[in-house]
T-cell receptor, first 115, second 116 residues
Framework: KQEVTQIPAALSVPEGENLVLNCSFTDSAIYNLQWFRQDPGKGLTSLLLIQSSQREQTSGRLNASLDKSSGRSTLYIAASQPGDSATYLCAVNDDTSSSASKIIFGSGTRLSIRP | ETGVTQTPRHLVMGMTNKKSLKCEQHLGHNAMYWYKQSAKKPLELMFVYNFKEQTENNSVPSRFSPECPNSSHLFLHLHTLQPEDSALYLC???????????????FGEGSWLTVV
């Protein structure tokens, strides 16, 4: 059974710092991996999608990497800003389902950027 | 605006009530999902519909009853709920999830449910 773990559960850094959020998954047979952002009381916004054949994706100050063999992904945020404060969720599209996909989420990392 | 709309945004219901959550997507997607998000727990997949057919039921109690009349609409019918069912219920959609390594999944803003 696929399990997704995110460490740390919470992170607080001063504005301007570069930071890395970690995600690990137990079964490397995945279709893709997505990083999401969730603001308090809101739905999820997709940030980056990495297909299983890709190693990384970039969007602005965000860079996500994927190492399927080791079951790890990282989300790198450059030059952090207070507006980046949110919960960041990692999710894998599990390839083990025989029908529609199953997307398994981690518990998230709650990020706080101090001005 | 993600193209996935959920109503109502907030719902308070008694344990003997019957209510429904509604989700509508305007993205032309074929797959729709219900997720439950409780405090301090990961998102839990509840149901998956692909081309209007239910393809996943993640051991959800029968007091939650999904309905997918077409690829654009998804309902979650609620009856005789328990206080522990209070949570944020998120609807999502995606293009055919089996195509080309899968596609981005889009979420609605969620429906906050409180059972009293």
């Amino acid at each position: 059974k696929q399990e997704v773990t995110q460490i740390p559960a919470a992170l607080s850094v001063p504005e301007g710092e570069n930071l890395v959020l970690n995600c690990s998954f137990t079964d490397s047979a995945i279709y893709n991996l997505q990083w999401f952002r969730q603001d308090p009381g809101k739905g999820l916004t997709s940030l980056l999608l990495i297909q299983s054949s890709q190693r990384e994706q970039t969007s602005g100050r965000l860079n996500a990497s994927l190492d399927k063999s080791s079951g790890r992904s990282t989300l790198y945020i450059a030059a952090s800003q207070p507006g980046d404060s949110a919960t960041y969720l990692c999710a894998v599209n599990d390839d083990t389902s025989s029908s529609a996909s199953k997307i398994i989420f981690g518990s998230g990392t709650r990020l706080s950027i101090r001005p | 605006e993600t193209g996935v709309t959920q109503t109502p945004r907030h719902l308070v219901m008694g344990m003997t009530n019957k209510k429904s959550l509604k989700c509508e997507q305007h993205l032309g997607h074929n797959a729709m999902y219900w997720y439950k998000q409780s405090a301090k727990k990961p998102l839990e997949l509840m149901f998956v519909y692909n081309f209007k057919e239910q393809t996943e039921n993640n051991s959800v109690p029968s007091r939650f009853s999904p309905e997918c009349p077409n690829s654009s609409h998804l309902f979650l019918h609620l009856h005789t709920l328990q206080p522990e069912d209070s949570a944020l219920y998120l609807c999502a959609s995606s293009q055919d999830p089996r195509a080309s390594g899968g596609n981005t999944i889009y979420f609605g803003e969620g429906s906050w449910l409180t059972v009293v």
